[in-house]
């Protein structure tokens, strides 16, 4: 049986097949298009390329999913809210329902993400978060912990620091505000400069900002470890994918931390950080693994 995962992202429409022993057979992406229209499209367009590529129809897909970001209705299969694809309502499952055999789960994309996170880890215990335009998490723990309205894990607008930049939820210094990338990205533009290369600033103003986004980035991954206790916290997404110097950073300040206090357990917490080799691939491939169930 073929499975079939597409992730739908900000920017790009991202699907892959796996096979029964859930390897990667084929693979595509396509740029995003926004509004219902446009997300149907894209959604069809990047599921037809990949059916060709192993030579199948798409009603010959054994199990289809769907991961999108914002908050979504598993039950119904729609979308409450998609603020970056400028979704407000959209019956996802229903749109696309006349052109697929198998029945469509739509999930959100963190939670398809740690899906696959525990898969490729071998491990049942797993929070993913991820550093992409927002900040979320999600977490495996046996089964994957979905919360009520399955909004477990959006922490992105927890407020880090009362005093800080202004967040487009109302509030100030969430934790996007300072490292999700809808921000990050304007302000390292603004000070002149490279989050790939943040370690190697010379100026006490890339110093500053290099050390508020490891402190910040060790907070996150403080909550979430005391939070949920999880044997592997994966961080992942594009801010963390365009520096290499972040992962190292973090696992460095957070044994320094355990230095100075045994609770929370920080050293420890630093060896259960990882990344995924294929991070890009896995939101599809956790929105296939969603399908079957
Ligand atoms: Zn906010």
């Known amino acids: 049986m073929l499975s079939l995962g597409i992730d739908i992202g900000g920017t790009k429409a991202h699907a892959v097949v796996l096979d029964d022993d859930n390897a990667v057979v084929a693979e595509d992406a396509i740029f995003t298009r926004r509004g219902l229209e446009g997300v149907r499209q894209v959604t069809l367009e990047v599921a037809q390329r990949v059916a060709d590529k192993v030579g199948v129809g798409l009603r010959d897909f054994g199990a289809v999913g769907i991961g999108i970001p914002g908050v979504v209705d598993r039950d119904k299969g729609e979308i409450a809210s998609a603020v970056n694809l400028r979704i407000e309502r959209m019956p996802l499952r229903e749109l696309l329902a006349d052109q697929f055999s198998a029945p469509i789960s739509v999930d959100n994309d963190v939670k398809a993400t740690v899906v696959a996170a525990g898969m490729l880890l071998d491990s049942t215990s797993v929070t993913y978060i991820n550093f992409g335009t927002g900040i979320a998490a999600a977490t495996l723990d046996g089964t994957l912990v979905r919360g009520k309205d399955n909004a477990a894990g959006e922490i992105g607008h927890l407020v ?4 800080g930049d202004p967040c487009r939820c109302g509030q100030r210094g969430c ?15 603004m000070l002149g400069l490279d989050w790939t290369k943040l370690d190697a600033a ?25 939070a ?27 044994i320094d931390r355990g230095h100075m206090v045994t609770f929370p357990p920080y050293a420890e917490i630093a060896e259960r950080v990882t990344t995924l080799d294929h991070d890009n691939q896995a939101p599809a491939i956790g ?7």
């Open 228 to 254: 949920y206790a999880p044997e592997r916290i994966v961080l992942g997404g594009g801010v963390i994918g365009a520096a290499p110097w972040v992962i190292p950073a973090v696992k460095s300040f957070l």
């Open 202 to 226: 010379d100026t006490p103003t890339g110093w500053a900002a290099y050390d508020q986004a490891v402190r910040c980035i060790s907070q996150i991954v403080g909550i979430v470890a005391v």
């Open 287 to 293: 929105a296939a693994l969603i399908g079957r169930v």
């Open 160 to 163: 880090l620091n009362p005093n």
């Open 175 to 189: 934790l996007e505000t300072v490292v999700g990338g809808a921000y990050l990205a304007p302000r390292m533009d």
